[in-house]
């Protein structure tokens, strides 16, 4: 599920789009923002970094969704840092206030958020049985069929091993053996490197 943001919440909300660069940072692990952020365009991910500097991939943030809610929700520190990966990425900023205000005067857009945030909610919980409980081959199949988002046609994953593997908590050699297997199943294809599902 996700929320469509138009001229007229751009309007109401005195959203700003900004443009950002790929390796920019949006929002750094830590940092309290006034700012609800919104994907119109591009590549998102969101990390944590271990003790050790090392980066732990989260998840991607899709196209035409808000991403840090809680944080921005609740005036927290973000729990994770949010980079750019495609060359350039488009983000709408809207101050916390201005939002609130607009949530509360719109009730099908505040039903709609709640449930955008609930989605997450589960899908974040369901990440984490599937990375405790599962093999590496049910595990690489749920995050392939979270990516298509239930289209049926065979579509490019747009994910290198590294990032399924820091996804899944695998190493990259597991995810390149499984793959493999998988491949040989026929339940994926892999073409010039990239694989298709």
Known sequence: MSLEVDNYFIEKTNAVKKRYHKDDIIVEEGMISRFFYYLE?????????????KEFLQHKVREHTFFG??????????????????????????????????????????????????????GRSDALKNIIFQN??????NLLNKYKKGKE????????????????????????????????????????GKVYY
Not at 99 to 120: G, P, R, V
Not at 136 to 141: A, T, V
């Open 41 to 53: 365009q591009g590549d998102l991910c969101v990390y944590h970094f271990t003790e050790d500097g």
């Open 69 to 122: 809610e809680p944080a921005t929700l609740l005036e927290k520190p973000f729990p994770r840092t949010v980079k750019v990966t495609s060359e350039e990425a488009l983000v709408i900023k809207i101050e916390r206030a201005k939002f609130m205000e607009f949530l509360s005067s719109h009730l099908d857009w505040n039903i709609d958020f709640m449930k955008t945030i609930a989605a997450k909610a589960l």
């Open 136 to 141: 590496p081959e049910e595990k690489i199949l």
């Open 153 to 192: 046609e065979e579509m490019l994953i747009k994910l290198t091993r590294n990032e399924m593997a820091q996804m899944l908590g695998l190493t990259v050699e597991t995810v390149i053996r499984t793959i493999k297997k998988m491949e040989k199943k026929g339940i994926l294809k892999i073409l010039r």
